[in-house]
C-alpha cells in the first residue's frame, strides 16, 4: 500500500516474528516484532527503505522486523522513576510477550536479582529458564521475594488494570507495596491504576506507560524516516491525545 511502516501491538508482536521477511538484531534479542519497516530492492540489488524511493511502482518489497520496545521500556524507567537497573532487584509481574521482553532488557541491562509473577506459572518457569541460560550472572526467582526482603522497582507487565474494577495484579498478602521505592506499570489509560494508586499512597516513586509508549513510537518514527524525531513535541502531543489536556 505504499507506507513506509507500522507499528504492532498484542497479540501480534509475537506472531509478527515467523511473518516478516527478515528480523533485526533488536527482535532477534527480545523475540518481538513491534516495528515494521518496508523495504525495495533496487537494480543494484540491495535493500532499502522506501523512503529512499520517489516511485515504489515495481519494486520488489519485503517487511523488516525490528523491537523498539526494549529500549523503551528501560529509558522510561530510568528516566522517570530515577532508577539504576545495573545491580537491581526487580519484581516484575507478568511473563507474556510485554513481560519476556522486559525480562530479557532488563537482565541486559545488567539487574542482580528477578523475581517472576504469573498466572501461569508455567510460563513463568519457561522464561525462567530462558534467562538463567541467556544469562547466567542473573538470579531468578518465581514467585514473589520472600519474607520482608526488597526491591528496587516493581513492573506491572500484565493487562490487569485496564478497566478500573480489576483491581491491582500485585497480591499484597504476599508482596506490599511499602517494600518497594518504585513502581512502573505499563498500562497508560487510565493514567493512575489501582496498582499505581496503592504505590503513591505508600511513598513509592510510580509511572506508567506513556513514557515507553512514546520512546518506542519515536525510535519507529526514526527507523521510517531517517530523521531524528522532536521528542518533546511527540510527548505533548501523545498527553493530549491520550488524556486531553
Given at each position: 500500500?505504499?507506507?513506509?511502516?507500522?507499528?504492532?501491538?498484542?497479540?501480534?508482536?509475537?506472531?509478527?516474528?515467523?511473518?516478516?521477511?527478515?528480523?533485526?538484531?533488536?527482535?532477534?534479542?527480545?523475540?518481538?516484532?513491534?516495528?515494521?519497516?518496508?523495504?525495495?530492492?533496487?537494480?543494484?540489488?540491495?535493500?532499502?527503505?522506501?523512503?529512499?524511493?520517489?516511485?515504489?511502482?515495481?519494486?520488489?518489497?519485503?517487511?523488516?522486523?525490528?523491537?523498539?520496545?526494549a529500549d523503551a521500556i528501560s529509558?522510561?524507567?530510568?528516566?522517570?522513576?530515577?532508577?539504576?537497573?545495573?545491580?537491581?532487584?526487580?519484581?516484575?509481574?507478568?511473563?507474556?510477550?510485554?513481560?519476556?521482553?522486559?525480562?530479557?532488557?532488563?537482565?541486559?541491562?545488567?539487574?542482580?536479582?528477578?523475581?517472576?509473577?504469573?498466572?501461569?506459572?508455567?510460563?513463568?518457569?519457561?522464561?525462567?529458564?530462558?534467562?538463567?541460560?541467556?544469562?547466567?550472572?542473573?538470579?531468578?526467582?518465581?514467585?514473589?521475594?520472600?519474607?520482608?526482603?526488597?526491591?528496587?522497582?516493581?513492573?506491572?507487565?500484565?493487562?490487569?488494570?485496564?478497566?478500573?474494577?480489576?483491581?491491582?495484579?500485585?497480591?499484597?498478602?504476599?508482596?506490599?507495596?511499602?517494600?518497594?521505592?518504585?513502581?512502573?506499570?505499563?498500562?497508560?489509560?487510565?493514567?493512575?491504576?489501582a496498582l499505581l494508586r496503592s504505590?503513591?499512597?505508600?511513598?513509592?516513586?510510580?509511572?506508567?506507560?506513556?513514557?515507553?509508549?512514546?520512546?518506542?513510537?519515536?525510535?519507529?518514527?526514526?527507523?521510517?524516516?531517517?530523521?531524528?524525531?522532536?521528542?518533546?513535541?511527540?510527548?505533548?502531543?501523545?498527553?493530549?491525545?491520550?488524556?486531553?489536556?
Open positions: 500500500m505504499g507506507f513506509l511502516g507500522l507499528n504492532l501491538t498484542v497479540p501480534h508482536k509475537l506472531l509478527a516474528v515467523d511473518y516478516v521477511d527478515v528480523l533485526d538484531e533488536s527482535a532477534r534479542a527480545w523475540g518481538a516484532v513491534n516495528t515494521i519497516r518496508f523495504e525495495g530492492q533496487g537494480v543494484e540489488g540491495a535493500w532499502r527503505p522506501l523512503r529512499e524511493y520517489s516511485d515504489t511502482a515495481g519494486l520488489k518489497i519485503r517487511a523488516h522486523g525490528f523491537n523498539t520496545d529509558r522510561s524507567i530510568q528516566e522517570e522513576l530515577g532508577v539504576t537497573l545495573r545491580g537491581a532487584r526487580v519484581l516484575l509481574l507478568g511473563a507474556g510477550g510485554a513481560g519476556r521482553t522486559a525480562a530479557l532488557k532488563l537482565a541486559a541491562d545488567g539487574i542482580q536479582r528477578l523475581y517472576l509473577v504469573n498466572r501461569t506459572s508455567s510460563k513463568a518457569d519457561e522464561l525462567a529458564a530462558e534467562l538463567r541460560s541467556r544469562f547466567r550472572p542473573l538470579a531468578v526467582n518465581v514467585g514473589y521475594p520472600p519474607g520482608t526482603e526488597r526491591v528496587e522497582l516493581v513492573i506491572n507487565a500484565t493487562s490487569k488494570g485496564l478497566k478500573p474494577e480489576e483491581g491491582s495484579p500485585l497480591d499484597v498478602a504476599q508482596f506490599s507495596p511499602n517494600r518497594t521505592g518504585a513502581m512502573f506499570d505499563m498500562i497508560y489509560r487510565p493514567a493512575e491504576t504505590a503513591r499512597e505508600a511513598g513509592c516513586r510510580t509511572a506508567n506507560g506513556l513514557g515507553m509508549l512514546l520512546y518506542q513510537g519515536a525510535k519507529a518514527l526514526e527507523l521510517w524516516t531517517g530523521q531524528n524525531p522532536p521528542i518533546e513535541v511527540m510527548r505533548d502531543a501523545l498527553w493530549k491525545n491520550v488524556y486531553g489536556s
